[in-house]
């Protein structure tokens, strides 16, 4: 399994920004996709969850209206699309597989533990 990332950047307060995770090695019809973020000096957070198929998409209250998950099955990519950001969301995003489907059930909040597969992370700057 492997997942690589892209799209991070500088981008301004208010701005919009697309991060992608294209994976290879396994199929997003049978695998949650998770997004996670890591501040410098804080814990790894779970913001958001797009389930196997792409169904169903949660996101932690803190994002929720603002990032949008989205996956295009025929390039085996999933992207998140954070729009209107705030100095709050600067941070390193990784974006991982579970297990299956049901992973953690695709909580709002995924737990970094229930996901063994990684992309490499891409870093996000808000700053005018």
């Known amino acids: 399994v492997q997942l690589v990332q892209s799209g991070g950047g500088l981008v301004p307060p208010g701005g919009s920004l697309r991060l992608s995770c294209a994976a290879s090695g396994l199929s997003l019809g049978h695998h949650d996709i998770a997004w996670f973020r890591q501040a410098p000096g804080k814990e790894r957070e779970g913001v958001a969850c797009?389930?196997?198929?792409?169904?169903?998409?949660n996101y932690a209250d803190s994002v929720k209206g603002r990032f949008t998950l989205s996956r295009d099955g025929a390039k085996k990519a999933v992207y998140l699309l954070i729009n209107r950001q705030k100095q709050e969301d600067g941070a390193l995003y990784y974006c991982?597989?579970?297990?299956?489907?049901?992973?953690?059930?695709?909580?709002?909040?995924?737990?970094?533990?229930?996901?063994?597969?990684w992309g490499q992370g891409t870093q996000v700057t808000v700053s005018s």
């Open positions: 991982a597989a579970g297990t299956g489907p049901f992973t953690d059930f695709c909580t709002k909040r995924p737990r970094f533990r229930k996901y063994p597969s």
């Open positions: 797009i389930s196997a198929g792409g169904k169903m998409t």
